[in-house]
């Protein structure tokens, strides 16, 4: 049976379990479990992380921990009574542990490595504190540690701040909201802003010493120097090196590293240096032989020195990094000036020192660091724990702590004068130091060279040679014990040093001092001149009494007065003496030695006060144990002495530099004080200055002692607890009485007011600024309750007035501040005394705005004290106190620190945020404590309903300011959850207020508005969406607070409701904001809100029997929220549901029903936009979703700002995605809405405020740009055209001069530029997971340059990466539509465009007539091949079908996107007869274009022919046109399908056309194939005539007998009738030309095989009498390398996959598909007159502009058999019966052959002559080639690439492209054409000529334009623009003006006038449409 458990309820999971019992819960090792219910070994709970999954686990699987449980029940919760640094420890890291792993997918290496460590580290603490066995402080410092690294990971992880008290998390509910900010606030500043210290220490590490000439030991001292004071300000740091420049002792580490400690922050300036001497042991000199003299010298080396400023600079840059550095060594040019070679360094005095060798250097490594030397210990433990060498401060440090010993006297062996002592040379002095005790026995080891080394007993100064004035400058450290100090003394001992062989050392001298004189005083500081005495070599020294007699020093220190002989030798030291033991000063030491002279106590007291403070310091235990004994021998003569030198004491102690002796003096008060009756002299004494201070003229003393005045209370209070004790409390009333008498001078003090002196004022100040000290000692012996009366009568007795001095006013506050601090405001009793006072004095400067920071940290302490230390009653009668006085207050202060203007300054801003955020907390402090009874209170004191509408809208407005996010640190999510749930609470009770008195008849507007508008801000903040935070800390929250946005939105649904008619003054305002809090994505909240709208809709139709107000605002908002990421697919969901629900039964349905259409479908394409927009790359999902957004705002909803915007933003899109053309025609939606008027309009955007017609101006011209840039220029001349019109009605003429060479340079462009035809897809998105402006649409897509299908199907793949990619063009199912997935179906399409008329043009040239076949496009057509009924094994064409889809677009392409949707897509089946036909009709004219291709040498080899020929003669032979002929030339086929007769005819005409092109094509391949392929040839013959027996050809009709190639479609049935003797408009007469391309019907021959008269005629068109090898190159390239045999089958049909021929990625094996399965790409789709394609960029390249003769051309809307087109004039059209006349000079060598005749021309010659632009000489272009094409490539030209007519140019090498207009001429060889009747004659253009006519000679220039242009007097008529160009309308538009085109006419025979230029008549003007 399950029970309860009691003390079971909190355990660990220490075992997994999978849970496969039934009810069973999986666990996981470390999961916690709460346990609810035991039996028989199981348990029943939850883990904690899951507390909604209930089950039931293995008792034996959980490790049971102590816990205390709350809300014991079902709702209980458990909180664990472990440790709560290792609870907190234990959440944090489940926290990490899933953030960890994060950082490691995001890549973020170093965190992710740091944090690993810091979490293995945490651990390894978490261990040590669970087993236990650690001490009280290893404890703290564990704990210390653990939360320093918590802190430290929840900055790096971006958590929040966690308050913590004595390293544990604090409750918020447990402490006041002032100390929780204080907390935070603490955390926030150590974590921001580090202490600085002012206590520094340097590391420094000897390396090693780099010489090239060493070979001596040397001894290294580095110590600090200040250069600005001249001295030293450490001791010296001693290492020793050997003979090699590296430490002596290198196994001891702490030799070779030390610390210099106890630097102030003064010390690390830029005059501060490390400077290094160093002594070399060794010889005399060192450069002397060995076996000159063995004796050791220690002789001068040389100095290098390093100034701290660099340490700094590099501190500074990387902090607490050890650095090395390598210092120079330099050595004095004169040993003399040896002792300040370190200045000259550092002064530069170059003269004075060099360098000892060219690579000396001095490593060392250097660090500063930073606290005192504990923390130092304690964060460097490894310096500490290898012994590094402790270098200290020369003198006490900074700060003097009384735990410091030290007894150092420092000697500093200066210089001396010695006489030579008969010698001929200088001496070589060394000085020998001994210190002797008073026996005469040497001190061991009491001489310091440095830290580093052992001290020695004996010191040898180094030797400088031969120098009688020598100048050390040599310091040493005497560290001498205390004990032996007296009668110690120096011995300093001189001897001359030899340099000859022995090296002996001669004494001629001593010298002697002592170190304390008879009466305790050590050796003063300073310089000391002592007397050398002269001796001899063998002289004693062991009986020192001998010559201790002797004076020793001149000057004021006399040893024994004998007199001496005189002596012109002496020898200067200095020593300073850094002891806390001894002392030089006499006046102290006759003071502590008072009893000896009785008689001069008075003077001794009054020279008390010029002993230094740091001798007084190093004695206050003996100075005032002297005080109060002086004070016992005789108070009434010596107390006011007494209590001088005790003010002078105390006061001393106030010093920074002796503060921390304070303890010292309470030690001693506690401990060592015994003056029992010193509290009578000391309260007469004190209450006598301070009714003195009111008269007293010098108020100096009177303010020290007032600054005393704390420690003189405890000599009082002391003094009497002492009497007390030894009298049983005798006089206690006669004490009281003092005190009282004296608070009572001190109250008539305080209440005298300045009279225009500030003397008494400063007296105040100081009395107060110490007061507060006073009171925890008069508790001790005073009642609390006396004593807070006391002190508030005293604070009282303080002007109330704020017109005293500023500085008194700050300084009572200061007393408030330190008094509501005090032990006295802790205790309730007392503080219910004193609050009055202090919230008086708070009151007043809140009012006055003054000092708010010491008032914030009063109220701050005060709520503390109050949540902390008060009872329920207690409480609630000092809030009453609180709310009465300083609500109000306040609110108006925190008002005007939020609304005054921000200083600059860094700092203080941060002053204003803590004083704003401190009253914030004071403020929450006190609503929290408020209760029902405190509001009720609160709104009744209110008099009048203004005052409470004026309180209402005050907090309303704080409470706004406090919700803001900047008023909390972003990590301070504790704070700003209790101050929401503070103001949430307070809100609850104001509300009902509101109802109560503002809601019927006193209705106010602005009060109800500023509720809504603080409820609609509390919801929205970003602290309260739980959506964003971690399921850990989402759970506490909730637990702690629940959800308050839920809360919030009940209120504002209850109090809306309670409006009535009011709503509709709310309306359409507040729609906004309730929209807003909608979006928010709590299911509760929106539930509650969402029905509002509905009540909005209902009162609006009411007042104005519509909503459009409320539709207009649901809209504006929608889109600004949703773009900030507000809303998603489940709000849309839920607020279609809930309004149409709301809505059914309303009267206004439909137009309800409407709106909420409306704003859902809105939705959906704002949800779409965002999640688009987040994809950092533009692609075209982005493109077409704004697309789909620009168009609703548009066409649904009618709103041209938001219109505009999207306009812009998909501008933005496109620049960036670099789609031009796209961005300029996106623009010009922006720019018709614009008129060219003077009407201003407002800034908007990024535009200025300027006119209307300076904005369309603006937008024109940015507009010509992207058109330009997106090679659109014809689009860019129109607007160019219209601009230029408005500059001219202005008379701009400027601005227009430019807009003409903008357009005539637009003009050269289309002539000069290569434009890429682009191919088109057409791309289908099925499934419910596409977007919704995509899903189960179909688009056609504009590709990219060189983009073809593969590369396509790639990128959109890359868009939808969760796509799947069809393998068929067949439609898709239903379920596919209904998918819950993502379908891709892509293919290529065709084309149609609907610009027939200027494509039909001959005159026209092909580049410009590609811009047409491309753009304004509106279908496309795509083929897929199937067959219909049986399928016929042997013979598949019988049954071949194509369905041919046409798909007409929404809009044209191109357009404002890439891609448009599909508006109507037609399919239409074309029979197997037709497919024939057209299939034929295709390869007829790929063998034209070949054929033409390899006469004018435009192909670099002949492969492409011969490939070409190859394929169609093998599929012949091997049955192609055989299976035609048995498919539909047999009798049973004609009999039942009738209707088909004149297509039979078609096709049988096509196929003995194509018999004599392979002929004529076999004659021209005769001709120029290369030796090595002459057996394909004649293979290749051979098989013609297989393939014309199996066609039963025998031989061709009359009119094949001419060359096939000039047909005009292939059809003989049509002629065209000529048109002879046209004349151009300059009178020069133009000759009908015909081209062997012509294909006459009516001339018909009778040969039926390749004769020799088609052999001549190819010999006669070539014009070669080479061999074909010299002629043709045959190498292969990878663009003719080969051609597949599929080109003969018919490339018109697709199949339903998805990819072209040419491959594609989606499939796995394209070459297993039948020819019904293969895609085409457009390139190799279908050639038919019917659907004109378009030629690949490629292809284009490489075909020459040929006739117009040889393209057919016909009306798409005919079927086949009507395709009747009519032959145009050829550039290659001759008259078949005359032979030509070669008019060809003599460089050349070719001659224009003779070709069959072509039929008459009806058209006008006028238009058959072309233009050529300097362009047309250079080279052609690379063809451009897709990388994803196969090698192979399709030459079959497009079916309208019409050509014109014009000069035929037979050069060597002659190409154009059809799609870019440029064609080029190799090698500057052009050939003139002389047109005659019947004849044309070919000239070839030498180089030289060439060369002439490009410099002008001969007028290749463009022709000028009509001249009755101009002369009629009317403006040009403008052309309509299309409905993506469309302007607004205007006068007549003007005509494009006429395209240049140079003709050339050329000299007859017997004529010798220059070439004369004919101007090509102005064609008709072309329609804007046409663009």
Known sequence: MWIPTDNEKYGVVIASFRGTVPHGLPLEVGDTVQILEKCDGWYRGFVLKSPSIKGIFPATYIHLKNANVKNKGQFETIIPTEDTVITEMTGTLREWGIMWK?????????????????????????????????????????????????????????????????????????????????????????????????????????????????????????????????????????????????????????????????????????????????????????????????????????????????????????????????????????????????????????????????????????????????????????????????????????????????????????????????????????????????????????????????????????????????????????????????????????????????????????????????????????????????????????????????????????????????????????????????????????????????????????????????????????????????????????????????????????????????????????????????????????????????????????????????????????????????????????????????????????????????????????????????????????????????????????????????????????????????????????????????????????????????????????????????????????????????????????????????????????????????????????????????????????????????????????????????????????????????????????????????????????????????????????????????????????????????????????????????????????????????????????????????DMMDWEQRRTGNFKQVEAKLIDKLDSLMSEGKGDETYRELFNSILLKKIERETWRESGISLVATVTRLMERLLDYRDCMKVAEVDGKKIGCTVSLLNFYKTEINKEEMYIRYIHKLYDLHLKAQNFTEAAYTLLLYDELLEWSERPLREFLHYPMQTEWQRKEILHLTIIQNFDKGKCWENGIILCRELADQYESFYDYRNLSKMRMMEASFYDKIMDQQRLEPEFFRVGFYGKKFPFFLRNKEFVCRGHDYERLEAFQQRMLNEFPHAIAMQHANQPEETIFQADAQYLQIYAVIPIPDNHEILQKEAIPDHIKSFYRVNNIWRFRYDRPFHKGIKDKENEFKSLWVERTTLTLVQSLPGISRWFEVDRREVVEMSPLENAIEVLENKNQQLRTLITQCQSRQMQNINPLTMCLNGVIDAAVNGGLARYQEAFFVKDYILNHPEDGEKISRLRELMFEQAHILEYGLAV???????????????????????????????????????????????????????????????????????????????????????????????????????????????????????????????????????SARGSPLLSDKHKHSRENTCLSPRERPCSAIYPISVEPAQQTLTQQIGDSCMPRSDPNLSAPEKVMNPTPSSWSLDSGKEARNCVPDSAKLVSPPVPPRPPHTGSPAKTYRSFSPQAFETPPANPRSPHKSSVQSLTPSPTDYQSLGPVYNSPVLSGSSSSGISSLSRGSVTETTLTDGTITCTLIGSEELIKRENGTFACMPPRYNLSEHGTGTSRRRAPLPHSLSVPPSAEPPALPPKPHVLRVHRSEGENRMDEILVRPRSQPRKVSQL
């Open 102 to 1094: 994060q950082l490691y997918v995001k890549n973020e290496g170093d965190l992710f490595h740091r944090l690993w460590h810091v979490m293995n580290e945490l651990l390894d603490l978490r261990r040590q504190v669970l087993v236990g066995h650690l001490t009280h402080d290893r404890m703290k410092d564990v704990k210390r540690h653990i939360t320093a690294r918590l802190d430290w990971g929840n900055e790096q992880m971006g958590l929040d701040l966690v308050p913590r008290k004595e390293f544990s998390m604090v409750d918020p509910d447990e402490i006041s909201v002032t100390e929780l900010y204080k907390l935070m606030e603490h955390r926030h500043r150590k974590k921001d802003t580090p202490i600085p210290t002012s206590t520094h220490h340097l590391f420094l590490q000897m390396k090693s010493l780099m010489c090239a000439n060493l070979g001596e030991e040397l001894e290294v001292f580095f110590s600090i120097y200040d250069s600005r004071e001249n001295h030293p300000v450490s001791e010296r740091f001693f290492v020793k090196l050997n003979k090699n420049g590296l430490p002596k002792f290198p196994e001891r580490m702490e030799r070779q590293c030390t610390l210099f400690v106890d630097l102030g922050s003064s010390d690390l300036r830029k005059d501060i240096y490390i400077i290094v001497h160093i002594i070399r042991l060794g010889r005399m000199a060192a450069g002397e032989k060995k076996n000159t003299c063995n004796a050791q010298y220690r002789r001068p080396f040389g100095c290098a020195v390093l100034s701290i400023a660099d340490l700094l600079q590099t501190e500074r840059d990387t902090r607490d990094s050890k650095e090395d550095h390598m210092l120079k060594v330099y050595m004095c040019n004169t040993e003399s000036e040896w002792y300040q070679i370190h200045e000259n360094i550092i002064k530069k005095l170059n003269a004075r020192y060099n360098l000892t060798s060219s690579n000396a250097g001095l490593s060392v490594a250097l660090q500063l660091l930073h606290g005192d030397i504990d923390q130092i210990r304690r964060e460097y433990p490894v310096l500490f724990t290898r012994g590094v060498a402790i270098t200290r401060k020369l003198g006490f440090s900074d700060i003097i702590m009384p735990g410091d010993i030290r007894n150092d006297l420092y000697v500093t062996l200066e210089r001396g004068e010695f006489e030579k002592g008969g010698k001929s040379v200088a001496r070589n002095v060394d000085v020998t130091m001994y210190v002797l005790d008073s026996e005469g026995q040497i001190l061991k080891d009491c001489i310091s060279l440095g830290s580093g080394e052992i001290p020695v007993s004996e010191h040898h100064s180094f030797v400088l040679y031969h120098n009688n004035s020598p100048r050390w400058a040599e310091p040493l450290k005497l560290p001498i014990p205390v004990d032996k100090f007296r009668g110690a003394h120096i011995r300093l001992e001189f001897r001359h040093c030899s340099t000859k062989e022995k090296g002996e050392k001669k004494l001629f001298g001593f010298s002697f001092v002592p170190l304390m004189q008879e009466d305790g005083r050590t050796l003063p500081d300073g310089i000391h001149e002592l007397l050398v005495h002269k001796c001899e070599e063998n002289t004693s020294f062991h009986d020192p009494a001998r010559y201790l007699k002797l004076q020793y020093c001149k000057g004021n220190l006399h040893g024994n007065s004998q007199p001496v002989k005189a002596s012109k030798e002496t020898f200067w030291i200095s020593s300073f003496l850094c002891s806390t033991k001894l002392t030089q000063n006499g006046d102290l030491l006759d003071f502590l030695k008072w009893r000896a002279h009785p008689e001069r106590i008075c003077d001794i007291l009054s020279k008390f006060k010029d002993i230094d403070g740091a001798e007084i310091v190093k004695f206050l235990q003996d100075t005032l144990d002297a005080l109060f004994g002086i004070l016992d021998e005789n108070s009434q003569k010596y107390g006011l002495k007494v209590f001088d030198s005790l003010v002078h004491i105390i006061n001393l102690l106030q010093d920074i530099k002796f503060q921390h002796f304070k303890p010292v003096m309470d030690t001693y008060i506690e401990s060592h004080f015994a003056g029992a009756l010193a509290y009578r002299d000391l309260i007469k004494v004190l209450k006598r200055y301070i009714d003195r201070s009111i008269e007293a003229e010098r108020q100096e003393h009177i303010q020290d002692v007032l600054r005393a005045q704390e420690y003189i209370f405890k000599y009082i209070i002391h003094s009497r607890s002492l009497y007390t004790l030894a009298t049983g409390g005798q006089n206690e009333e006669e004490f009281r009485s003092n005190i009282y008498e004296l608070f009572q001078s001190v109250r008539y003090f305080l209440s005298i007011e300045s009279q225009g002196s500030s003397i008494i004022t400063q007296t105040q100040a100081v009395f107060l600024s110490s007061f507060p000290a006073v009171y925890s000692e008069l508790l001790k012996l005073i009642d609390v309750r006396e004593v807070a009366n006391l002190v508030r009568d005293t604070l009282r007795s303080m002007p109330d007035v704020l017109h005293v001095e500023y500085s008194l006013e700050a300084v009572k506050l200061q007393c408030i501040a330190k008094t509501v601090e005090s032990q006295l405001f802790t205790n309730p009793d007392s503080r219910c005394i004193l609050l009055p006072v202090v919230l008086h004095h708070l009151h007043m400067h809140l009012q006055e705005q003054k000092d708010l920071t010491m008032c914030a940290r009063i109220l701050s302490t005060t709520f503390c004290l109050i949540k902390k230390d008060s009872s329920e009653i207690t409480a609630s009668e000092e809030v009453d106190m609180l709310v009465d006085s300083l609500l109000g207050v306040l609110l108006r202060t925190i008002l005007e620190i939020s609304n005054r203007s921000q200083p600059s300054g860094p700092t203080i801003r941060l002053q204003f945020q803590d004083v704003t955020g401190e009253f914030v907390a004071c403020l929450l402090a006190l609503l929290r404590q408020m209760t029902d009874k405190h509001y009720q209170q609160l709104l009744e004191s209110f008099t009048s309903k203004d005052d409470l509408r004026d309180f209402l809208l005050q907090i309303f407005t704080v409470f706004k300011i406090l919700i803001r996010p900047e008023m909390f640190p972003k990590d301070w999510t504790i704070m700003r959850l209790v101050t929401n749930n503070v103001i949430i609470t307070t809100i609850l009770y104001l509300s009902d207020a509101l109802r109560k008195n503002f809601l019927h008849e006193g209705f106010d507007f602005k009060v109800w508005e500023s509720y809504f508008y603080l409820a609609v801000i509390f919801i929205n903040q970003p602290c309260l969406q739980l959506e964003m935070f971690s399921p850990s800390k989402r759970k506490k929250v909730l637990e702690k607070y629940g959800d308050m946005r839920v809360t919030m939105g009940c209120e504002i649904f209850s109090m809306w409701q309670n409006l009535g008619e009011h709503k509709l003054q709310f309306i359409p305002g507040l729609i906004g904001p309730f929209l807003e809090v909608t979006l928010v994505p709590q299911a509760d909240l929106r539930n509650v809100m969402i029905p509002i709208f509905h």
């Open 1565 to 1699: 391949h005769e001709k120029f194939v290369p030796q090595d392929m002459r057996p394909l040839h004649k293979k290749l013959v051979d098989q013609f005539f297989v393939m014309k027996s199996r066609l039963g050809i025998q031989d061709f009709p009359g009119y094949a007998r001419v060359s096939p190639i000039h047909l005009t479609n292939g059809s003989p049935r049509t002629c065209r009738n000529p048109t002879l003797g046209a004349i151009s408009p300059d009178g020069a007469r133009l000759v009908n030309r015909r081209s062997p391309l012509s294909y006459p019907a009516f001339n018909r021959y009778s040969s039926s095989s390749l004769s020799s008269q088609a052999s001549a005629e190819v010999s006669n068109i070539t014009g070669q009498s080479e061999s074909s090898d010299e002629v043709f190159q045959m190498q292969a390239s990878p663009s003719t390398s080969s051609l597949s045999s599929t080109h003969s089958a018919s490339p018109n049909v697709t199949s339903s996959a998805p990819s």
